[in-house]
């Protein structure tokens, strides 16, 4: 049973909290929130200022023109709040020096007419906990999920004065922050695929960690973070580029990882022409809970890790290779490339389709759409006398032979070219073990930066108390 207050008792509650004053600044289709707070009673106590500035002339006018030329990104959501914020420091502190100024900001795109948009939206709160402190900020990036504009513009609303009121009432523990945020919403609603915070009210909050908690808490399905480990807007980043993705549990990532994502970004290269590459290491959420429970630090210490090498990270709750292939569709990727190993193809074949209606043969449109290439990364058993497992010997079902041929002879899967022979025995778990134990030679298995990483921060269950330093 959920015990959450609704929108409008939580305005009410702010309203009539008379130390908490702000503007509402909204632009597009979000303009709900502050029509929440003027109609809960009592919004003379907390609203300073309601703006829309629903005209591109004049909101450029206000808040200024954007290098990108568009009106929903994270710049203008936060030009907005500066702006506002700041207006309110100078006409207003002087009057009310005991209260705590706040400004929310929205700007969103809801469905058009023909439904042919992607309904998204930025919306974020400045505010402070007590007057003399400093402020804080939230900024999060929403998709729409309503099948009509107007349910999705309620959503907004909902979500916005969730947002105020947590950050008044739920700040000072991530997951209660996190969980405010969708009181009376749901997934099928609003999704929720980016969130930064800031400032002397978040002090105790890891950004990366609260990204991961969207995931595990299935308010969105992936999260991204570039090559320095700050979190992005996978669109950003991907949008219209050709992708090259490697999915591994990289525990520790070793040179093998190292190879794979090497080999895969210079064949598919080859393959686009030379076009610039977006290149990814993707971890799944299963990946991540190998050993039971997720751990924050070992979360971090992969994403560190990579970041180590210049490689951007995608966390990801899709499991199935089709599910992974629609969520890349979204971009409107030029070409994909999927790198993996052996045992990941095979997976494709021998995978559970029953809650897909055209069961493996729909799984594997999905998977392999037009622009979509699988390359095929080898393995050896245990050593370099060991058989090669390639697309030449690899075993798949008898009844998925036939699929297996076709996809090679239409080149939609191929073997890597020019990979590292020599690594083919090194495996993560296997290194995982070495580490654990304090056994010599493991450092011999991964790149030295990451060595060295490992080593200094004691990570992966590494017995520091033996490392002399």
Same mark, same amino acid.
Request: net charge neutral.
């Given at each position: ?9 939580? /305005? ?36 300073? @200022? ?39 420091? &100078? ?5 009310? $020096? ?19 948009? %992607? ?8 505010? &402070?906990?007590? $007057? ?22 309620? /959503? ?12 008044? &009432?739920?700040?000072?523990?991530? *997951? =209660? ?18 969130? @930064?915070?800031?400032?002397? /009210? ?8 609260? =990204? ?32 090259? +993705? ?41 990946? *991540?809970?190998?050993?039971?429970? *997720? ?12 970041? !180590? ?10 499991? &199935? ?8 569709? =979204? ?5 994909? #490339? ?5 045992? =990941? ?6 995978? %559970?389709?029953?809650?897909?209606? #055209? ?16 390359? *095929? ?15 030449? !010997? ?10 297996? %041929?076709? +996809? ?62």
């Amino acid at each position: 049973m959920n015990t959450a207050k609704t929108a409008n008792q939580k /305005a009410l509650q702010l309203n009539l909290d008379e130390t908490i004053y702000g503007t509402f600044a909204e632009i597009g289709a979000g303009q709900d929130v502050a029509g929440i707070f003027f109609k809960a009673g009592a919004a003379s106590g907390t609203v300073a @200022k309601s703006i829309s500035a629903y005209d591109m002339t004049f909101s450029d006018e206000i808040y200024g023109k954007e290098t990108s030329g568009r009106y929903v990104c994270q710049s203008r959501v936060e030009k907005m709040l500066d702006y506002e914020y700041d207006l309110l420091q &100078q006409r207003l502190r002087e009057k009310f $020096p005991e209260r705590k100024f706040f400004v929310y900001a929205n700007t969103v795109s809801a469905r058009n007419y023909h439904g042919t948009n %992607d309904p998204n939206g930025w919306i974020g709160v400045k505010f &402070q906990r007590s $007057p003399a402190e400093s402020a804080s900020m939230v900024v999060m990036h929403v998709r729409m999920h309503d099948n009509t504009n107007l349910l999705q513009q309620k /959503a907004i609303g909902v979500l916005g004065v969730n947002l105020v009121h947590a950050c008044y &009432q739920g700040h000072n523990e991530s *997951l =209660n922050f996190l969980d405010r945020l969708m009181d009376n919403l749901s997934r099928e609603r609003v999704e929720i695929d980016m969130i @930064k915070v800031s400032g002397p /009210a978040f002090e105790t909050m890891d950004n990366r960690v609260l =990204n991961l908690q969207l995931i595990v808490r299935s308010y969105t399905d992936a999260i991204m973070f570039n090559e320095s480990g700050a979190v992005c807007l996978a669109k950003d980043e991907l949008y219209k580029k050709n992708i090259v +993705l490697t999915r591994g549990s990289y525990r520790p990532p070793t040179k093998v990882n190292m190879d794979i994502l090497k080999t895969g970004q210079l064949n598919f290269s080859q393959d686009v022409g030379g076009e610039q590459v977006v290149s990814l290491a993707e971890i799944t959420i299963n990946h *991540l809970k190998e050993d039971g429970e *997720l751990t924050q630090e070992d979360f971090l210490a992969r994403v560190d890790l990579l970041n !180590t090498i210049g490689q951007k990270v995608l966390i990801t709750n899709l499991p &199935q290779f089709f599910r992974l292939s629609n969520y890349l569709s =979204n971009f409107k990727p030029k070409n994909v #490339g999927l790198v993996m190993g052996v045992y =990941n193809f095979m997976q494709i074949f021998n995978g %559970d389709y029953q809650h897909v209606n #055209g069961g493996i043969l729909e799984a594997l449109g999905r998977v392999f759409r037009p622009y979509t290439t699988i390359y *095929l990364y080898p393995y050896r058993e245990a050593s370099q006398d060991d058989q090669l497992i390639n697309l030449s !010997t690899v075993n798949v079902e008898k009844e998925h032979k036939t699929l297996l %041929d076709h +996809l090679v002879l239409t080149k939609k899967v191929k073997d890597l070219v020019g990979y590292d022979d020599k690594l083919l025995h090194i495996y993560s778990r296997k290194v995982l073990t070495m580490i654990r134990n304090n056994e010599t030679g493991w450092e011999e298995l991964v790149p030295k930066e990451i060595a060295k990483t490992i080593n200094d921060k004691c990570l992966f269950g590494h017995p520091c108390e033996h490392i002399i330093k």
